[in-house]
């Protein structure tokens, strides 16, 4: 409850929001822990002329994994890169979003009360200029960024100056695809949570849809209705949750704007 509870005060996530992020990690801990073992252990390689010899590739750790993880899921997507790493032998930084920094430090107090290994997980707290610091430091052994392209780009160029190597996960102009023989009621309830999960601050949500003539009138009035009977904000009865950040809310303002200038 008092994980569920911080997410929901840092972020403005639904309880069923929530919940779910709570899962999502609950199953990729289980699922990381069974396959590591297999997906790192030595794997055997011809040795060509040498028949004498052996060959193999032997995955080894890198050594301090640099984490910068977003705000919008700030359990999953700081604990599944942090829990790979240390699975992986590595020792982690993690400088979280500013904007979520309570699930952060409960994230760490929960690791150092479990565990005996406290000095292999340590968090750095701080605007943009800190998670530059991590990118450039170079006791840093390999970064992992989630957060938009603008700044992935960034970072890239920097590690690139010193072959440092890199995992981004950026944001996209996902797609949904739909078909004139689909039912129209199921698309349209797929789109809308596709789109309007999380209040649609979600880096693989639906944010453009394809559709084939025949049937977009149709799909539009039903889309139409379903949102007018939505509502949305910080309420317990609103369906959908409220924009997280300042900067989120300006750009869909901003958005809108565009449109009905056009």
Known sequence: DELINLIKQETGKKDFEALIEIFNVLEHL???????SKCLKDEKRKSG?????????????????????????PLILTLTPMVEALLSGNNVIIK???????????????????????????????????????????????????????IGKIIANKCAQSLKPYILELGGKDPMIILDDANIERA????????????????????????????MKTFCKHLTRKIKDMSSGPNKEDDIGPITIPEGFNKIVSQINELASS
């Open 96 to 150: 979280p979003s500013e904007h979520t920094s309570l699930c952060a430090q409960l994230i760490k107090k929960i690791w150092d009360k479990k565990t005996k290994l406290s000095d292999t997980v340590q968090f750095i707290y701080g605007s943009g200029d800190v998670g530059n610091q991590l990118v450039e430091h170079h006791d840093i052994n390999m970064i992992c960024f989630i957060g938009s392209t603008k």
């Open 49 to 73: 002329l040498l028949k004498t010899k052996k060959a193999l590739v032997r995955y080894e750790p890198k050594g301090i994994i640099g984490i910068i993880s977003p705000w919008n899921y």
């Open 188 to 215: 349209t309830n797929a789109a809308l949570w596709g789109g309007l999960t999380n209040a649609g601050q979600t880096c693989i949500s639906v944010e453009r849809i394809i559709i084939e003539k025949k049937i």
């Open 30 to 36: 289980k699922e990381s822990s069974k396959t590591a």
